[in-house]
């Protein structure tokens, strides 16, 4: 509920003496063995209560809350001050602090058991507005771009003030961790070259050349290369990126990156540095040992067992190719698909055939939302499935559906076939992840971590007729797959890695391609000539022929990061000041017009 704005007090704010108001203590610490001891304190009203002569006032700062006790027989200048405080105020208190009564303490605040008794009070500043929302807990149900508007009341909140603390203890950990390993922190430009790297780059119009343009950097991609063949040797970095693309809950537009590059690396000293940072991370924020070494598994066994290159490997339910049993039964839907050389996938849902008609005609709608035609579903009973389709499927192959999903009585199995491979895997990791959720198979608490290793290099643009790079252009091919760039690019597997925390990408990054034949081919393929990579690359090409050492590295997702640390459902929660999905800052307003003297500065006409 919105705090209505207080009649101004009679009383006026007082000037804040430094000197006679210096914090002893912040209002979350003081505990029972404090009881006695002098002190003073500083911070916002959270609540007020008023009983007579007495007047008890939760104090509040970003460590906690503790009660503060006005009582008109000590003092009665200083009750009906404080009779006058309300949510939000500022204000600083002097007293002593005591213990509460037997059957008064408070066992839900730390500082349950004991309470300020106050001597000395100044006003340091009154709430004159109307709040839209009070900085606690209820603020949960506000809408978020509200929250956002009013960042500042936002932040007040602890669950806020816990993740920019958990941000700046992992930055702090980050730091400490690469410094320890002799990595050396370089900053490299905002204002740079527009590149092709993904998405869309934003751009920033330049005075002193008129119809020339800067770029905000999507990473340090190329700079970080150059710093290798500069003899920089290890370099790491915490930085901004901007990326003009489509918003979810885990993408903003401007984001923060840790970027590490090494020089004469191996995958395993990358992958190894990156799980030490983990541990750091992990140790310094949570207090959490993350064992290593981090299981690896491939590209293409993650997209056979999960449907995803980023598995949430907490649960279960793993995917099984069913596709020789699908077209030796007599459902024409799943033969069709696996004759046209397609693929049939199932999976099983322990006891899932508590499920009702409604919920599976539900799930077979979402199924049908993430593109796939349908969803195929059986229980079983008395070893045999039940289903309106079973009838298409003889006894032998119910037996071995059975088997091979390794389904027992009461289990639930579901199937999707798609001549696409990818529709299949997209279905089944969006129902895999949905029944996990909805039916509690998740631990909470817990932290899973897999890398992913030996991606595809290249893929198959049908709409352009064109190969691309599934990675970017400078990722290494791996040695054996070079003489394939030739002959079949889809078979080429890169020396390319990501880190999977709980089913999200934490972090990702290759070794790079370091000598000219290679990059010049890899260019070719990608239908770059001569003249378009020099246009575009010319400056790091510049550096590769100037004797460059192998090198390589990784990026991890700062926000992100914080975001499965402190369990948020979106990383806006863990960026103090950030965008709405439609890249607004409703704090600020930005982005705004601005004036026609700066565009004629800038040599830019805005057409309608």
């Known amino acids: 509920m919105a705090e209505q704005a207080q009649p101004p007090s009679t009383l006026s704010v007082q000037s804040y003496d430094e000197s006679a108001w210096q914090r002893t203590h912040r209002c979350g610490v003081l505990r029972i063995g404090d009881v006695g001891a002098q002190v003073t304190l500083a911070g916002w009203v959270q609540s007020y209560r008023d009983h007579g002569n007495l007047v008890f006032i939760d104090l509040r700062d970003h460590t906690g809350i503790t009660q503060v006790v006005f009582d008109a027989s000590d003092d009665k200048a200083m ?13 600083a208190v002097s007293g002593r602090v005591a213990a509460r009564g037997p059957g008064l303490e408070n066992p839900k605040l730390p500082t349950g058991q004991i309470e300020v008794r106050a001597q000395k009070l100044t006003l340091l500043n009154k709430c004159q507005v109307s709040l839209p929302f009070l900085p606690d807990a209820s603020a949960d149900a506000v809408g978020e771009e509200l929250r956002m508007k009013y960042r500042y009341l936002d932040l007040r909140r602890p669950k806020m003030q816990r993740n920019l603390r958990v941000r700046a203890a992992a930055v702090r950990a980050i730091r400490d961790f690469y410094a320890s390993e002799g990595f050396l922190e370089v900053e490299t430009p905002f204002l740079t070259k527009s590149t092709p790297e993904g998405a869309r780059d934003f751009i920033v119009p330049s005075r002193l050349q008129h119809g020339s343009f800067y770029a905000l950097p999507q990473s340090p991609q190329l700079f970080k290369q150059i710093l290798m063949i500069a003899g920089c040797d290890a370099y790491f970095q915490i930085v901004k990126c901007f ?8 993408r903003q537009p401007e984001f923060t990156q840790l970027d590490v590059e090494i020089a004469f690396p191996s995958i395993d000293r990358v992958l190894s540095t990156t799980e030490g940072a983990v541990k750091a991370i992990w140790k310094s924020v949570l207090d959490i040992d993350v064992p290593t070494p981090i299981e690896r598994l491939t590209y293409d066994e993650v997209m056979d067992r999960y449907g995803s290159d980023a598995p949430d490997i907490r649960f279960g339910l793993e ?5 020789d049993i699908a077209s030796a039964s007599e459902f024409n839907a799943f033969k069709s698909v696996v004759a046209a050389g397609g693929v049939v996938k199932s999976l099983c849902l322990p006891g899932g055939s508590d499920l009702t ?5 539900e799930l077979t709608a979402s199924v049908q939302g993430a593109g796939g035609k349908g969803l195929g579903w059986f229980r079983v009973r008395g070893g045999k499935l039940d289903s309106p389709i079973a009838k298409f499927f003889g006894e032998t192959l119910q037996t071995q559906l059975i088997e091979r999903l390794a389904a027992n009585e009461g289990d639930l199995i579901f199937a999707v076939g798609d001549a696409s491979k990818s529709v299949v895997n997209k279905c089944l990791d969006f129902l895999r992840r949905h029944l996990a959720r909805t039916r509690g198979l998740i631990p909470e608490g817990v ?7 030996d991606f595809p290099s290249f893929e198959y643009d049908a709409e352009e007729k064109r190969w691309v790079a599934c990675h970017h252009p400078f990722t290494s091919p791996r040695d054996q797959d070079i003489e394939k760039l030739a002959g079949d690019p889809g078979l080429v597997k890169a020396k390319a890695y990501d880190l999977v925390c709980n089913g999200q990408e934490l972090a990702g990054g290759s070794i790079r391609i370091h000598r000219q034949d290679v990059q010049n081919r890899v260019f070719e393929l990608l239908g770059f000539t001569a003249e378009d990579a020099e246009r575009r690359f010319g400056f790091l090409l510049g550096a590769l022929r100037a004797g460059a050492p192998p090198h390589g590295g990784i990026a991890m997702g700062i926000d992100r990061l914080i975001m499965i640390l402190t369990g948020s459902e979106s990383i806006r929660d863990v960026i103090a000041f950030p965008k709405t999905q439609s890249a607004v800052c409703p704090l600020t307003d930005a982005p705004s017009q601005v004036d026609e003297r700066q565009l004629r500065e800038l040599g830019i006409d805005l057409r309608d």
């Open 447 to 453: 932290f899973k971590f897999c890398w992913v290793v």
């Open 79 to 91: 009750h009906d001050l404080a009779d006058t405080l309300r949510s939000e105020d500022v204000f």
């Open 243 to 250: 990326r003009d693309e489509d918003l979810r809950a885990n």
């Open 357 to 361: 008609r409604k919920q599976l005609d």
């Open 319 to 323: 995917l099984r190719n069913v596709s």
